[in-house]
């Protein structure tokens, strides 16, 4: 099969093919426990920048479940560690900023690193040896959208509420566009890099869009995310948590191909507001995945039900893998998927 006609890029084109495609945010990594036992001893962000290894945890799932795609194993402040920010991941705790961006001036100093300059070799050769093995899978690009890049910038690391991002929006709009707009560079280089390395899609992930008003999305992060993704060439998802008040934005203008969908809206309603030029992604709860199977069985169902309102419909959760998830659930939604 070309890959053209992969089941994902068809529908991610407003086609519906004859089984909807199914893939898995965090599909590639810590619920698998041959992901774990190839991390021992690696720290994440190391295992990200070491090309055999980030192929390889990037493959796993493809093999093990059977999805319709592979979505590249790295962390959303990746290319912020190859534009020579420095970050550590804390065990426990998550991105941590030596230098948190909070004032005109930490601005000035980050921004004056050129994105263009941003090293994605162990990159680009992770992204080589993914695609010479896939075949007739595409394999999904991966980045974080300014705003959640920005949201750990700021804070100096994770954050429940993001105050201290969401107040330099009003207190110094100037810095906070200048910042915005600089991450949004960032994140667009390290789409290109998997793009020209033989992505055959890319997805822009907003973790936490959702503690934003309407108001503050559009104003302040809508034209930022849209930047970053408008005019890559290749198929667009777009996906955010807790964007239900402001879904229709998510779709940039129609820049996004797919809206991702996460599990708090029922797929025919968010259909309703993205329209039928998009396609929607979405949206099993991951709570589920823990439920038993006929529980579990039911709600995919469901969600297939209320996907057929879309123009195609992607199966996917409405967020990540939980890390204690059953392997097989995963399986078993697939191979369900793919027999309606």
């Not at 093919?17 to 810590?30: D, H």
């Not at 004032?103 to 263009?116: F, G, L, Y």
């Not at 995310?225 to 998510?250: C, E, K, N, Q």
Request: include cysteine; charge should be negative; aromatic fraction near 6%.
């Amino acid at each position: 099969m070309p890959l053209s006609d992969a089941p994902l890029l068809r529908a991610l084109a407003g086609d519906r093919p004859a089984q909807t495609p199914v893939w898995f945010m965090r599909q590639a990594g810590r619920s698998l426990p041959e992901y774990r036992e190839l991390r021992v001893g690696t720290r994440m962000l190391d295992a990200c920048l070491t090309p055999d290894l980030a192929a390889e945890i990037t493959l796993q799932p493809v093999r093990r479940h059977g999805v319709d795609a592979a979505v590249f194993f790295s962390d959303i402040v990746i290319p912020l560690r190859l534009a020579g920010v420095a970050v550590e991941i804390e065990p426990g705790r998550g991105p941590v900023f030596a230098q948190p961006v909070r004032t005109a001036d930490d601005v000035d100093r980050i921004t004056a690193i050129d994105p263009a300059d941003l090293d994605g070799s162990a990159i680009a050769e992770a992204v080589h040896l993914v695609t010479a093995e896939l075949g007739d899978v595409p394999l999904i690009g991966f980045a974080g959208a300014p705003f959640t890049l920005a949201a750990y910038l700021v804070e100096g690391g994770p954050s429940k509420e993001h105050l201290r991002a969401r107040a330099m929006m009003h207190a110094d709009p100037e810095s906070w566009n200048r910042l915005a707009a600089w991450l949004s560079r960032v994140s667009r280089r390290f789409l290109e890099v998997q793009r020209d390395a033989g992505a055959s899609a890319v997805q822009l992930f907003d973790s936490w869009a959702g503690s934003l008003s309407p108001a503050d999305y559009r104003r302040f992060v809508a034209p930022h995310s849209r930047a970053a993704l408008d005019g890559i060439g290749i198929p667009t998802i777009h996906f955010g948590v807790g964007t239900g008040p402001f879904l229709a934005d998510m779709r940039l203008g129609g820049v996004a191909d797919a809206v991702g969908v996460d599990w708090r809206q029922p797929l025919d309603e968010a259909t309703a507001v993205v329209g039928q030029e998009t396609t929607v992604q979405g949206n099993i709860d991951p709570a589920l995945l823990a439920a038993p199977w006929p529980v579990l069985e039911t709600h995919v169902r469901e969600v297939l039900q209320r996907g057929r309102a879309a123009r195609a419909h992607i199966l996917n959760l409405g967020h990540g893998v939980p890390p204690e998830t059953d392997p097989d659930q995963l399986t078993r939604i697939v191979e369900f998927a793919h027999a309606q």
